[in-house]
Each structure stands twice: as structure tokens, then as C-alpha cells.
């Protein structure tokens, strides 16, 4: 008697693999998360441009994934955003549309593509859900990047009418985490604080935050995100997206953010808020109820230590972090 054939092995292709979600994917598949049917293969620009239909298309007949977690995008923060408006929808339209497009010709079982809370409508009730995504216009300043962003819930349910594919997408609140990007000018607020902070310490100057420190965010640490990643992958069957976020009791305002950052990189500097400089938006408060009816015990890093991690990760790897 023949035994029976083993689970079929899943291919798993990241997108944008080297980034700050895709390294904290890769770290803790490597720590212990993987299984033994998956294959992880993680792909970064240098690997395809993803802008180009004929390469992304390349890029999966190559790998032949069945599955695909789906990060690239072009990114960055709030000054960036309100700079480059139309780059920002240009690029991540032909991304998205490319590995969504190779993915279903190519016969891939599931695509998890990775949204932003940016996308939600400017003027709203609080706490945001999932089915508020398309009830209004974004905030203005970064309304380039969650059109986008937003098209690929559009595509999603247009794949899975006409198709019947299980394409679905997360939606985090704000990441941080190890392998960031700590650009000052382009990066997001937190990574960029840390590189403030970092540079202020070793000056001796004072730290300057831009804006009046008073927006408040719920920030989700990368290597909690990632695990959340595996088991939207493995058991999460629906098309329609689901916010990944700590509860709506962990949102901190900016300026407790700096002092945390200030607290786990022990600067005994001056603390001063340039309010010349733009807020954004003041809060974008979502409800993670979803997420908690799935996974009422999922526990998350603790704010300030997830900080402390990135702090410490950030200056032990100073010479080759993104900056």
C-alpha cells in the first residue's frame, strides 16, 4: 500500500521582501514560524521592477509561487506624500494592478496585499472599521498614495466575481520596527525621530519634533505585524480586508512617542515642538474588533518595548540602516 502524498508544498513570494515588513516576515519564519510544506521567497526591486507589466509577469513565471504576500509599493511620509501626489498613484496603480494581473494568469491560490489606514476618509466617526474604506475622499496630503492603495480592495472583489480568486489585503496602522526606513526628511515619524534623537545625542543639540506633537497613532511593531502576516496567509478566508492593530487603547500622541524614543536612547536634551510644521492628520483611531473576534489572545509587544527594541536595533546598525 502507497502512503499517502504529504500537504503540496506552498511558494511563498514576498513582495518587497527586503523592506520593513518583509524582513520582519523573514525573521520570524526563520525563528521558528515556518512550516515545513512552505518555501519562502523574498524579492525586492533589484529582482523586477514591478512597474513594468513584462518583468512582474517574468518574475512569476520564474518563481511560480502559489501564494504571494504582496508589500512593494512606493512609500514614504507625510511631507514626501504631500510632494509627490501623482507619483505616488502612478507608481503603486501599475504595481498593484502588474502582481495582482500576473498572480491570477499565473494561477496563484491566494494574494495578501498590504493596505494603510491612510486610505479611510478624511472626515469619518471614530473608530474606523473595514467597512468604512470607501465612504469618502482621503486626507488631501496623501490622497496620491490611498487611492491607490485603495484600488486594490476594488480589484480584489472584481477577481474574486469574475474569477473566484481569494485575493484579500491587511490593513496595519502605523509600523515601526528593525530594518525601517530612518530617513529624516522621507521616512515615516517614528524611524525619523529615532535618527533625530540619535543625531541630537551625539551632537549634544537639542531634539526638534516637527509639528505640535499632539496627533495621536496606533503603531503596530513589525515582528507582531509579521506573525499577524502568517495567519492571514494560513487561515484568513476573506476577500474582504481586515485591519491588523493594537486595540484602540495603545494610541499614543507624538509626543509620547518622543519621550519613549528619548527614554530608550537615555538623551538628556532639550525636547522642543516646531509647530510652523504640518500635523497631518490628527488621528486616524481604527478598530481592530475584527482582528479580535479571529484572534481573541493574540498578544502584542508592548509599545515602549517594541521602541526599545528599534532603538537599540537602530544604533547597532547605524553605518548600513536606511537613512
Known sequence: MTEAPGPAAKRILVTGGTGLVGRAIEKVVADGEGRPDEEWIFVSSRDADLTSAAETKALFEQHKPTHVIHLAAMVGGLFKNIRYNLDFWRRNIHINDNVLHSAHETGVQKVVSCLSTCIFPDKTTYPIDETMIHNGPPHGSNFGYSYAKRMIDVQNRGYFEQHGRRFTAVIPTNVFGPH??????????????????????????????????????????????????????????????????????????????????????????????????????FKKTASNAKLRRYLPGFQFTPFRQAVQETCAWFSANYANARK
Open 180 to 281: 525601517d526606513n530612518f530617513n529624516i526628511e522621507d521616512g515615516h515619524v517614528l524611524p525619523g525621530l529615532i535618527h533625530k534623537v540619535y543625531l541630537a545625542k551625539q551632537t549634544g543639540s537639542a531634539l526638534t519634533v516637527w509639528g505640535t506633537g499632539k496627533p495621536r497613532r496606533q503603531f503596530i511593531y513589525s515582528l507582531d505585524l509579521a506573525r499577524l502576516f502568517l495567519w492571514v496567509l494560513r487561515e484568513y478566508d476573506e476577500v474582504e480586508p481586515i485591519i491588523l492593530s493594537v486595540g484602540e487603547e495603545d494610541e499614543v500622541s507624538i509626543k509620547e512617542a518622543a519621550e519613549a524614543i528619548v527614554e530608550a536612547m537615555d538623551f538628556r536634551g532639550e525636547l522642543l515642538f516646531d509647530t510652523t510644521k504640518a500635523d497631518g492628520q
